[in-house]
């Protein structure tokens, strides 16, 4: 898979070949007014479960742009929401969608990623160790070439 450059499907488990195929919906909490449940679909094919009442293109999230408006989702800035109120309703489900979407090698090792938890794979590393891209990086070299 290309470096954030192509997802899998989490609806029909394929590879989103590129940026432009990709979709992105979640949903809003009308009680607490907080957003949750990101989904990355292909577009068109696969994004037909209205019970998800936001979207947005994947390209929207992807870059220093999408980096942007990821942070603007956890929270606006005083200028724009002088008090503070939280937007998200499960920060570490965002996180997930948020790794997808901007840390490199995330997506695919997502793939090995119960592979190297039943291996023992993470136990040395801290909880930084885990996520750094040249991690990833060398864990799908690792698993990539076991699996194929
Ligand atoms: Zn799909």
Known sequence: MEC???WV?????????SPKDGYV????DGLNNTHFAYRIYHKVICDND?????????????GEAGLAKLLTMIDAGKMH???YREQISNIRDFLEFFRRV??????EARLYWQDAIDDDYFADGN???????????????LYGAKST
């Open 25 to 28: 919906v979640w949903k809003k």
């Open 4 to 6: 954030l450059k192509q």
């Open 102 to 107: 901007q840390l490199p090698y995330y997506e």
């Open 81 to 83: 929401q002088p008090l």
């Open 127 to 141: 909880e930084l160790w885990t996520y750094l891209p040249q991690n990833l990086k060398a864990l799908i070299k």
């Open 9 to 17: 499907c989490d609806v029909c488990g394929q590879v989103i070949g």
């Open 50 to 62: 209205d019970s998800f009442n936001y979207s947005s293109s994947l390209e929207d999230f992807l």
